[in-house]
């Protein structure tokens, strides 16, 4: 059991530190807010899945409860994000953001 949980930890780590990397990297304001979803979705999810595991290992009324919660959290991650990035393209939009081009090398 602590392995699964070593390995969702790990997951959920490398996702984090690929997603900020991401953002670090990417050009412009549209392409950074992909890493940052996946980044969140994915990292959390592992991330949680690891502590659920964790917390399952004495199995109980209680943990069961609050694993249930852990997963309710998961699941407004992921209600939430998708909405939140539509949004900030939006308004990125709507304030005249333009998309980054490459420029030619001549």
Do not use: Q
């Not at 690929?18 to 994915?42: E, Q, W």
């Not at 959390?44 to 069961?64: D, N, P, R, W």
């Amino acid at each position: 059991m602590n392995i699964l949980v070593v390995f969702c930890l790990i997951t959920g780590l490398i996702f984090f530190a690929g997603g900020a990397v991401g953002i670090i990297r990417m050009p412009d304001f549209y392409s950074r807010l992909h890493p940052a979803g996946k980044l969140d979705t994915l990292g959390i999810l592992a991330m949680v899945a690891g502590l659920i595991f964790y917390t399952l290992h004495h199995f109980s009324l209680e943990t069961i409860i609050m694993s249930l919660k852990m997963l309710l959290i998961v699941f407004f991650v992921f209600l939430s994000s998708p909405t939140a990035t539509h949004s900030i393209v939006d308004a990125g939009m709507r304030a005249g953001l333009r998309h980054w081009k490459k420029k030619d090398r001549r």
